[in-house]
């Protein structure tokens, strides 16, 4: 079975500061792991991806996230949050004919 | 090249009518995917066509259903339409499983 747990809600930084939105997972096999953005009124567009290569995965726009088996974790990261950055992020697992969102985390950026 | 593209993009029913929602993946796509993000839900899973075959149904009533076509285009079909189903309905389509997804627009239905 696979699950994934986006573990914060809402996230709020103030700009420049670093980003943290946190993702585990669970799966009987080794998944896909993606992270998406939907911007207010727009589509989601894919972040990143994790398909078994580099652990860690550099995105658009200055995100990244690392793959970590023995924690089940697949934060995504920015060092410096810009206003922009403001939107709602989901957390991915996919595999085995299945794919689930997490619940969101919706991240505000402060000036 | 096109993305995926949804239509209509508004949609207003009544309660008990029947909603039908198109999409159209991106050429050479095969695996086409719904979804339902209300208020406060997030996105949850609805179905998954590949090649013409349903892969998967998330947790949702019979009522909710679809189909593929030869062209890989599908349609999501409501029946008997009910308040809790006002959402905007997105659908995605991938190349291969566990590859990435790309979305379109939506369809936000609003049922009276």
């Known amino acids: 079975a696979q699950s994934v747990t986006q573990l914060d809600s809402h996230v709020s930084v103030s700009e420049g500061t670093p980003v943290l939105l946190r993702c585990n997972y669970s799966s009987s096999y080794s998944p896909s792991l993606f992270w998406y953005v939907q911007h207010p009124n727009k589509g989601l567009q894919l972040l990143l991806k994790?398909?078994?290569?580099?652990?860690l995965v550099k995105g658009i726009n200055g995100f990244e996230a690392e793959f970590k088996k023995s924690e089940t974790s697949f934060h995504l990261t920015k060092p410096s949050a810009h206003m922009s950055d403001a939107a709602e992020y989901f957390c991915v697992v996919s595999g085995s004919f299945k794919t689930i969102f997490g619940a969101g985390t919706r991240l505000f950026v402060k000036a | 090249e096109a993305g995926v593209t949804q239509s209509p993009t508004h949609l207003i029913k009544t309660r008990g009518q029947q909603a039908t929602l198109r999409c159209s993946p991106i050429s050479g796509h095969t695996s086409v995917y719904w979804y339902q993000q209300a208020l406060g839900l997030g996105l949850q899973f609805l179905l998954w066509y590949d090649e013409g075959e349903e892969r998967n149904r998330g947790n949702f009533p019979p009522r909710f259903s679809g189909r593929q076509f030869p062209n890989y285009s599908s349609e999501l079909n409501v029946n008997a339409l009910e308040l809790e189903d006002s959402a905007l309905y997105l659908c995605?389509?991938?190349?291969?499983?566990?590859?990435?997804?790309?979305f379109g627009q939506g369809t936000r239905l609003t049922v009276v």
């Open positions: 994790y398909t078994s290569a580099a652990t």
């Open positions: 995605a389509s991938s190349l291969l499983e566990n590859t990435e997804a790309f």
